[in-house]
């Protein structure tokens, strides 16, 4: 916190801090695999360099560099000495002063959470629903900033699918054009196409979002980025997810309707497994992505 170690009974806040009352902070999620005595944190610097990025959108005067929080992760993962899959957030928000809506006015705060994660869904195969909720456009709120205030528009829809017997949700953008989940980025096959929603259907872009594109063209497969309209999830041979927290996720039911035959489908399975051993430094072409914490 703040450039401290702290441990984790002891990492308070104070109940006047403005990201609290305003959902005024950008943070990250990132994650480490454990494999035979490493962890591999998978994107770490493209993660940290969104982080950035997303301040600098809300204009939350961040104090830190790249190198800084890039190294202040490693240092926080090996302290823990962890040897499970982890999970990362860093978080830089507006702090104590509640009495301002301007970001300007109140000192910015940083803190680096980790903590063990395994699976984030524990089924595979996901039923999911379209939102009423739509999300949140960029003439509102930023989507391509990861700012917690966005989150309450993925909240309502998470707990509007829940209520109505679903795993997950999808939420359109304001033109009635499939956005992408709570949390997740959504990605279509058909006839052995994959395509996703662009950046401007208001999608966070997503760094598994980048990394299945670059995955499934070396696989040999063709990916576009195009405007899908919401009939086309019902016709699709296979639906999937994509997230730092949810991997890669399949999608067996939307709306009621069954995706293909049902099941997880072979396209969805390849990238899926590719992407495991991918994170786990078993594939050495794509060893660059990855850092290991340990270094033995
Ligand atoms: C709204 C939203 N879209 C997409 C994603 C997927 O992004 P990434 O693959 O970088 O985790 C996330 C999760 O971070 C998210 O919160």
Known sequence: MDGELVPWEQAKI???????????????????????????VFKLREHIRRLI???????LR????????????????????????????????AGENVMTLDIAEVPVRAAILTFPLDKFFKKFGLRVGVSSWRRLPDTSMPPRAKAAANYLNSMLATRE?????FDEAILLDQSGF?????????????DGVLSTPPASSAILEGITRGTVMTLARDLGYQVVERQISRVELYTADELFFTGTAVEIQPIIEVDGRAVGDGQPGPVTRRIYDLYQRVVRGQEHRYRSWLT????R
């Open 53 to 59: 990025d997303s301040a600098r959108i809300v204009m």
């Open 178 to 190: 499939v956005s992408e989940g709570p949390g997740e980025n959504i990605f279509l096959v058909k």
């Open 62 to 93: 961040n104090r830190y560099t790249e190198r800084e929080l890039v190294d202040a992760t490693i240092l926080t993962l090996r302290e823990n000495r962890y040897s499970t899959n982890v999970y990362i957030r860093p978080i830089i928000y």
């Open 14 to 40: 104070h109940i006047s801090t403005n990201a609290l009352h305003y959902g005024s902070a950008v943070f990250e999620g990132i994650r480490g695999y454990y494999h035979e005595g490493e962890i591999y």
């Open 292 to 295: 290991p914490v340990y270094g």
């Open 161 to 165: 699918a829940r209520m109505a017997g």
